[in-house]
């Protein structure tokens, strides 16, 4: 009897999810690092890590939230997920002995997505990617004026 | 302090009038200010203090006027530099998000594409008389050191480099301050700095300041029949002109208490040695209102120590060496929690505010290494090497459960410059001036190391500067 509710939400929750922001996002140093955190709106995010180690962080507050999480690591697959919505889809699939690129060339971006704010740090062995809402994106930049 | 360009330009007004100064800036030593100087009686002709000084009417008061201009022409090759990006977090434990710095290049091609043109134009005053207290001095300097500028949309701007926290006319009152036997009170040079920033034109790695200050200087010379001077000093200096925040890893509560600085010098007619220290106070406001944090305020501390030597070198190598002379600058600080008292670009904050309201304080040092040599009575040339180091870490926070992450990235940089200037007739000088600046940044997250960036660039300037 339990059963047939939660198959039934589930596939209320694909069906909709349909129409949330859809957003892929790649990692592949030694060491990746990805937090989610969009705010209330309906995401439908892809996370795809490849390295010595790999952590997500996930947390969606929309009405309909779905992620996934494909993870490929040497050493250690982490996912943390949290979803607080109407209909939730959730998809970790974590494979062992991979290895990510080491000496990744400094760099820093940024951009709005469809999804949110977006910033992406790579550097050497590591990549710290975020993903977050409007008005939870604090942001500073400083160095030398010219 | 943070953001502002680093001023180019004549330095005699700034370094004039601090205890013991007259040594090193080859201006009149504050002869009148001394809190022990021998007083002049108060109808004294005012050449007692200088040649310039003239009767201001009846007032009994002795003024002197002055300004200079110096005009130059830089050009900065750099491409691109090191750029520092903070950012929180999102944490699931809290709301103030865990602070991240980042680094990375960030071009300048744009700004740096044409030759700079710039201005620093100084205008002072000085009153001063004797009273039964030791002598009364009023001092004014006004400053307006700026750039010509093309901004995107075309045309000229001017661009002042000696804005005061965004406040132009901040910028424009250099000092203002009042001095009655040792007190003074007003805008006037920190207590902190040394006599310069090196021989060179343009600043070394080294803290020059002026900020709003009550302070007391007490003064001693001919110690002991000979003519060597010792001078300390304790000052209440105004915390905003050292603060290095960004408002996202650090960001200061409007109110806190005056920095608290010291200082005491040796001088002789050959030497010149400077120590300080300052307490710095740390009100955090970045994370403070999230969590209740017992730990949102701290204080930050710097220290620093100076000398300078100047020699006459016939004295040394003998008649060979011909009517030549020269003089060598060391200074050092150090920094923990007060970035500011380093005098380096704005590469790091005074500290870090963690999620959970913790203060971690930023370390690092500068130094400066100067010679400066006088081929002639009106030809000299300066060589100055400046190097600086800074440390900013965050406590570890969890990202998830059982997923720490914290940072730790260093900046490391060094600049040598070297200079020729010669003086083509009384008061009015010309002079080339180049530099070349080494910068490293290195980090390390979570315990894994990210990859170093380096930058190098050089920069060239020629000026004009009359003194009146």
Same mark, same amino acid.
């Given at each position: 009897m339990l059963r047939i509710p939660a198959v039934l939400g589930l596939l209320v929750g694909a069906s909709c999810a349909a129409s949330a922001q859809e957003l892929t996002l790649t990692q592949r140093a030694d060491h990746n690092y990805a937090l989610i955190a969009p705010g209330s709106v309906s995401t439908d995010v892809t996370i795809k890590q490849t390295g010595q180690t790999n952590a997500t962080m996930s947390v969606q507050t929309g009405p309909i939230n779905e992620i996934d999480v494909d993870q490929r690591a040497k050493s250690a697959n982490t996912a943390y997920v949290n979803q607080l919505g109407a209909a939730n889809v959730a998809t970790i699939t974590q494979q062992y002995d991979f290895g990510g690129v080491p000496g990744m060339t400094p760099g820093y971006s940024s951009q709005q997505t469809n999804v949110g704010f977006l910033s992406e740090f790579n550097s050497g062995g590591v990549s710290i990617l975020a993903l977050t809402g409007p008005g939870s994106t604090l942001i500073g930049n400083f160095g030398r004026t010219h | 302090m943070r953001g502002a360009k680093l001023l180019f330009g004549a330095i005699t007004a700034l370094c004039a009038l601090t205890p013991l100064a007259g040594y090193a800036a080859d201006v009149p030593a504050k002869t009148a200010a001394s809190a022990s100087a021998a007083a002049p009686e108060p109808t004294a002709d005012c050449g007692v203090y200088g040649s310039k000084f003239f009767k201001l009417g009846d007032s009994g008061f002795c003024g002197k006027a002055g300004y200079d201009v110096m005009v130059f022409g830089a050009k900065d090759f750099a491409q691109s530099d090191i750029g520092l990006i903070s950012q929180r977090l999102p944490s699931f434990e809290y709301a103030a998000g865990i602070p991240m710095l980042y680094y990375a290049d960030r071009s300048f091609a744009q700004q740096t594409y044409y030759p700079r043109l710039g201005v620093d134009a100084q205008a002072n005053f000085m009153a001063v008389r004797q009273t039964d207290f030791g002598a009364l001095v009023g001092f004014v300097n006004i400053r307006a050191a700026g750039e010509f500028e093309t901004p995107q949309y075309g045309g000229l701007a001017y661009e002042p480099s000696n804005a005061v926290n965004g406040s132009i006319l901040q910028g424009l009152v250099d000092q203002a301050w009042v001095r009655l036997g040792g007190l003074e009170v007003g805008?006037?040079? =920190?207590?902190?700095?040394?006599?310069?920033?090196?021989? =060179?034109i343009m600043p070394g790695y080294s803290s020059l300041v002026n900020t709003p200050a009550v302070s007391y200087t007490y003064r001693v010379d001919n110690v002991a029949g000979s003519n060597n001077s010792v001078s300390a000093s304790f000052a209440l200096e105004d915390p905003s002109r050292r603060e290095m925040d960004d408002g996202v890893l650090a960001s200061y509560a409007p109110t806190r208490a005056p920095d608290i600085v010291a200082q005491a010098r040796f001088g002789s007619p050959t030497v010149l040695v400077h120590v300080g220290g300052a307490l710095h106070q740390i009100r955090d406001e970045a994370a403070a209102d999230c969590c209740g944090s017992p730990e949102n305020s701290m204080w930050g501390e710097a220290a620093t120590i100076g000398g300078e030597y100047r020699v006459k070198w016939s004295d040394v190598f003998g008649p060979a060496a011909g009517d030549t002379y020269g003089r060598f600058l060391l200074q050092g600080a150090v920094a923990r929690g007060a970035i500011g008292y380093l005098g380096i670009p704005f590469f790091a904050t005074d500290y870090v505010a963690d999620a959970d309201g913790d203060l971690r304080a930023t370390t690092g040092y500068s130094a400066v290494a100067s010679y400066e040599h006088l081929w002639t009575t009106t030809l000299k040339s300066s060589l100055t090497y400046s190097l600086f180091g800074t440390s900013e870490t965050s406590g570890a926070e969890l990202l998830a459960p059982d997923e720490p992450m914290w940072f730790d990235v260093k900046i490391r940089g060094s600049l040598l410059q070297g200079g020729i200037e010669d003086m083509v007739q009384p008061g009015l000088t010309i002079g080339v001036e180049g530099g070349y600046t080494w910068t490293t940044a290195t980090g390390n997250y979570a315990g894994a190391s990210s990859a170093p960036l380096s930058v190098g660039f050089a920069n060239l300037a020629a000026y004009v500067r009359k003194v009146f």
């Amino acid at each position: 009897m339990l059963r047939i509710p939660a198959v039934l939400g589930l596939l209320v929750g694909a069906s909709c999810a349909a129409s949330a922001q859809e957003l892929t996002l790649t990692q592949r140093a030694d060491h990746n690092y990805a937090l989610i955190a969009p705010g209330s709106v309906s995401t439908d995010v892809t996370i795809k890590q490849t390295g010595q180690t790999n952590a997500t962080m996930s947390v969606q507050t929309g009405p309909i939230n779905e992620i996934d999480v494909d993870q490929r690591a040497k050493s250690a697959n982490t996912a943390y997920v949290n979803q607080l919505g109407a209909a939730n889809v959730a998809t970790i699939t974590q494979q062992y002995d991979f290895g990510g690129v080491p000496g990744m060339t400094p760099g820093y971006s940024s951009q709005q997505t469809n999804v949110g704010f977006l910033s992406e740090f790579n550097s050497g062995g590591v990549s710290i990617l975020a993903l977050t809402g409007p008005g939870s994106t604090l942001i500073g930049n400083f160095g030398r004026t010219h | 302090m943070r953001g502002a360009k680093l001023l180019f330009g004549a330095i005699t007004a700034l370094c004039a009038l601090t205890p013991l100064a007259g040594y090193a800036a080859d201006v009149p030593a504050k002869t009148a200010a001394s809190a022990s100087a021998a007083a002049p009686e108060p109808t004294a002709d005012c050449g007692v203090y200088g040649s310039k000084f003239f009767k201001l009417g009846d007032s009994g008061f002795c003024g002197k006027a002055g300004y200079d201009v110096m005009v130059f022409g830089a050009k900065d090759f750099a491409q691109s530099d090191i750029g520092l990006i903070s950012q929180r977090l999102p944490s699931f434990e809290y709301a103030a998000g865990i602070p991240m710095l980042y680094y990375a290049d960030r071009s300048f091609a744009q700004q740096t594409y044409y030759p700079r043109l710039g201005v620093d134009a100084q205008a002072n005053f000085m009153a001063v008389r004797q009273t039964d207290f030791g002598a009364l001095v009023g001092f004014v300097n006004i400053r307006a050191a700026g750039e010509f500028e093309t901004p995107q949309y075309g045309g000229l701007a001017y661009e002042p480099s000696n804005a005061v926290n965004g406040s132009i006319l901040q910028g424009l009152v250099d000092q203002a301050w009042v001095r009655l036997g040792g007190l003074e009170v007003g805008v006037q040079p =920190s207590m902190f700095g040394f006599a310069r920033w090196g021989y =060179s034109i343009m600043p070394g790695y080294s803290s020059l300041v002026n900020t709003p200050a009550v302070s007391y200087t007490y003064r001693v010379d001919n110690v002991a029949g000979s003519n060597n001077s010792v001078s300390a000093s304790f000052a209440l200096e105004d915390p905003s002109r050292r603060e290095m925040d960004d408002g996202v890893l650090a960001s200061y509560a409007p109110t806190r208490a005056p920095d608290i600085v010291a200082q005491a010098r040796f001088g002789s007619p050959t030497v010149l040695v400077h120590v300080g220290g300052a307490l710095h106070q740390i009100r955090d406001e970045a994370a403070a209102d999230c969590c209740g944090s017992p730990e949102n305020s701290m204080w930050g501390e710097a220290a620093t120590i100076g000398g300078e030597y100047r020699v006459k070198w016939s004295d040394v190598f003998g008649p060979a060496a011909g009517d030549t002379y020269g003089r060598f600058l060391l200074q050092g600080a150090v920094a923990r929690g007060a970035i500011g008292y380093l005098g380096i670009p704005f590469f790091a904050t005074d500290y870090v505010a963690d999620a959970d309201g913790d203060l971690r304080a930023t370390t690092g040092y500068s130094a400066v290494a100067s010679y400066e040599h006088l081929w002639t009575t009106t030809l000299k040339s300066s060589l100055t090497y400046s190097l600086f180091g800074t440390s900013e870490t965050s406590g570890a926070e969890l990202l998830a459960p059982d997923e720490p992450m914290w940072f730790d990235v260093k900046i490391r940089g060094s600049l040598l410059q070297g200079g020729i200037e010669d003086m083509v007739q009384p008061g009015l000088t010309i002079g080339v001036e180049g530099g070349y600046t080494w910068t490293t940044a290195t980090g390390n997250y979570a315990g894994a190391s990210s990859a170093p960036l380096s930058v190098g660039f050089a920069n060239l300037a020629a000026y004009v500067r009359k003194v009146f």
